[in-house]
Every structure is written in structure tokens, then in C-alpha cells.
T-cell receptor, first 115, second 115 residues
Framework: AQTVTQSQPEMSVQEAETVTLSCTYDTSESDYYLFWYKQPPSRQMILVIRQEAYKQQNATENRFSVNFQKAAKSFSLKISDSQLGDAAMYFCAYRTLRRGNQFYFGTGTSLTVIP | DAGVTQSPTHLIKTRGQQVTLRCSPKSGHDTVSWYQQALGQGPQFIFQYYEEEERQRGNFPDRFSGHQFPNYSSELNVNALLLGDSALYLC??????????????FGPGTRLTVL
């Protein structure tokens, strides 16, 4: 089974600064999707960004961007110009294209934004 | 456009009891997946429903069962509750069937506490 590892249980960043959250995964598949989800204290899991493995170009969504290194099986999230509203638990997720597009999640990184 | 909704928000049960959680998918979505998120952990895939049938199942015992209705809404049933079943239960929906690569949207979850 695929595994997703987030080695940073907690991170903090000063408001307006940049922070990078790490994620590695293990798979033998060549085609898959990777996601970053944000889960605020309100519990609703919100999609931050998505990357298709077949695309070499790193995905970006406004202040959020990823560094996708397929050979290294690494998928980090960079948050630029951090805002107080970015404080949340961030989950990295792997989606297989087999077995019903099942998701595999990491254990999460709790991000604190310091005013 | 309503997103994914879940009910109830919170639930308290005692060991040995049975519980039913409900989920209504986002408008236009036909596939529903259920996840269990233990405290401090990432979501774990329970199973997925499409066309009123269970299509994929994670590593969960038969005490966990589900159902999907013709209107695509879904129920998760857990029998013979154990203390370890205490968790946040998330429902996620997506469109175009289990092989679709459409983004999966999550509901706010149901917090189940087993005493």
C-alpha cells in the first residue's frame, strides 16, 4: 500500500513570511495525483492544491505552490506571504488511480502563524 | 450550491451500541467515500460507494457497513461500538464515478465519542 510521510508534526511562521511543509510518499505506480488539504479547527477539509504526477510543471494557486520531485517522491508545499488565516493542520495526500481512486493521507503538519 | 453535508455534528454512544452517520454529496456528485480520522492522525479510508454499491474498501472490519441511496446520499453504520471507534468521520464526494480524477470534496465531519 502507498504510504505518505509528513515528518514535521508542527511548524510556525511569522506573518508575511514564507514557510515550506514537507511530504514524501512511497509508491510503485507511475501515474497518480498528489494533494495538499488544509483542515482548520472547524474540521472542514479544504483543498489547497493538486498535482498530477504526469505533469512536470509544479502547480501553483495564488500564494501556494508545490515543489514536486517525482524521482525523489517528494511533494512539498510552499506558502508565501503567510496570513493568520493560513493557520491550520495541513495534510498531504496521495491518490492512486487504481482501486477506486483511493486517497492515502499523511499524519499532518500543524501550522501556526505568528502575528 | 451546497457542498458536502453530514449529520449529526456530534454523537455520543456507549460501547456495544450501533450508530448511523449520514452524508449528502455535493450537487452533481455521484460517488461517496468515508474516512475515519482519529485524534492527531490523518484520515483513513473506510469504503467508497458508487451506483448504490460498495466499490472499494479499506482495512476496516465488517462492523463498518454502508449504504448509498438513489439520490447519491450515503450512510455509514458501525455496529458493536468499541472505544477505539471514537473519531471524526469524514464523508467525501466526487463526480463521474470511482475512476474519475475529479477533485474529492470533504464534508465537515461527524465527531463520534464512544464511552
Amino acid at each position: 500500500a502507498q504510504t505518505v510521510t509528513q515528518s514535521q508534526p508542527e511548524m510556525s511562521v511569522q506573518e508575511a513570511e514564507t514557510v515550506t511543509l514537507s511530504c514524501t510518499y512511497d509508491t510503485s505506480e507511475s501515474d497518480y495525483y498528489l494533494f495538499w488539504y488544509k483542515q482548520p479547527p472547524s474540521r472542514q477539509m479544504i483543498l489547497v492544491i493538486r498535482q498530477e504526477a504526469y505533469k512536470q510543471q509544479n502547480a501553483t494557486e495564488n500564494r501556494f505552490s508545490v515543489n514536486f520531485q517525482k524521482a525523489a517522491k517528494s511533494f512539498s508545499l510552499k506558502i508565501s506571504d503567510s496570513q493568520l488565516g493560513d493557520a491550520a493542520m495541513y495534510f498531504c495526500a496521495y491518490r492512486t488511480l487504481r482501486r477506486g481512486n483511493q486517497f492515502y493521507f499523511g499524519t499532518g503538519t500543524s501550522l501556526t502563524v505568528i502575528p | 450550491d451546497a457542498g458536502v453535508t453530514q449529520s449529526p455534528t456530534h454523537l455520543i454512544k456507549t460501547r456495544g451500541q450501533q450508530v448511523t452517520l449520514r452524508c449528502s454529496p455535493k450537487s452533481g456528485h455521484d460517488t461517496v467515500s468515508w474516512y475515519q480520522q482519529a485524534l492527531g492522525q490523518g484520515p483513513q479510508f473506510i469504503f467508497q460507494y458508487y451506483e448504490e454499491e460498495e466499490r472499494q474498501r479499506g482495512n476496516f472490519p465488517d462492523r463498518f457497513s454502508g449504504h448509498q441511496f438513489p439520490n447519491y446520499s450515503s450512510e455509514l453504520n458501525v455496529n458493536a461500538l468499541l472505544l477505539g471507534d471514537s473519531a471524526l468521520y469524514l464523508c467525501a464526494s466526487s463526480g463521474k464515478g470511482p475512476t474519475s480524477t475529479d477533485t474529492q470534496y470533504f464534508g465537515p465531519g461527524t465527531r463520534l465519542t464512544v464511552l
